[in-house]
């Protein structure tokens, strides 16, 4: 059975959406991010998605709190992504109480340090983050989008023994009008001995149904619960 998996952005503390990584398209949804993660877990959810975007900008974890926080204060799973860029930087993730890292640009920028954390704490806790835009890979924030083919990404990291993708569609995010279903099949297909977590456009529960028969793993869902488009009720056959 798939994996609910909510996802909490963060920029100043507080819990916010973008759309396609747009600092500009920035809506806040609560003020602490606490109250949304009780709310989550309230209601059967078990995992959390945790995005430091403002890490991500400053290319150094930011919101370490906010985890913290979540983390000591609720029995939610997190996996933490956003600024991961050096050896603190993880061991902070970690001693702030994350189950699992996301990494992504470090995959493409500094693949020896990345395998040397995948060693190091093993397939279960770490997630290659694998931010795809027009089938290529994406680094630093969204920012850049490098030459880097997706399925070639995610060959040379099965060799290494990576089991756990979070990709997300760049071109999808935040703005409620699909996944990439094919996509993720296709990554399915391709990899079926890595667990696939699809990201992106997810705005209704028969796309989660859809993704459920793919073999996807997991799914991440932002803005479609902020704004109503799935009511978390409607989640409880796959919690």
């Not at 990584?21 to 959810?45: C, M, S, W």
């Not at 470090?106 to 020896?112: C, F, G, K, L, Q």
């Not at 990345?114 to 290659?128: C, N, R, S, V």
Request: net charge negative; aromatic share 8%.
């Amino acid at each position: 059975m798939i994996t609910i998996i909510p996802a909490v952005d963060i920029i100043g503390g507080k819990c916010v959406r973008l759309e396609q990584g747009d600092f500009r398209l920035k809506k806040v949804y609560e003020a602490d991010p606490l109250d949304v993660a009780r709310r989550f877990e309230d209601q059967g959810i078990k995992r959390l998605h945790l995005v430091d975007l403002d890490g991500a900008r400053a290319s150094h974890i930011v919101n370490y709190g906010t985890l913290e926080r979540i983390t000591s204060k609720t029995r939610l799973a997190v996996d933490f992504g956003g600024g991961i860029k050096s050896d603190c930087d993880l061991q902070i993730v970690f001693d702030s109480g994350a189950t699992m890292a996301v990494i992504g640009s470090i995959a493409v920028t500094d693949p020896d340090l990345f395998q040397t954390w995948l060693f190091a704490y093993g397939p279960e806790k770490i997630i290659l983050g694998a931010d795809v835009k027009e089938g290529r890979i994406a680094v630093s924030g969204w920012t850049s989008i490098t030459e880097i083919n997706l399925f070639d990404f995610l060959t040379s990291y099965k060799a290494l023994g990576v089991k756990q993708v979070l990709c997300t569609d760049i071109a999808r995010d935040g703005l409620m009008k699909g996944s990439s279903l094919d996509l993720y099949k296709q990554m399915v297909g391709d990899f079926p001995s890595m667990r696939i977590i699809a990201s992106g456009g997810v705005s209704s529960v028969e796309e989660i149904h859809q993704l459920n028969e793919a073999g996807v793993a997991g799914v991440i869902i932002g803005k479609a619960l902020y704004e109503g488009l799935i009511k978390l009720e409607e989640l409880r056959e796959f919690l």
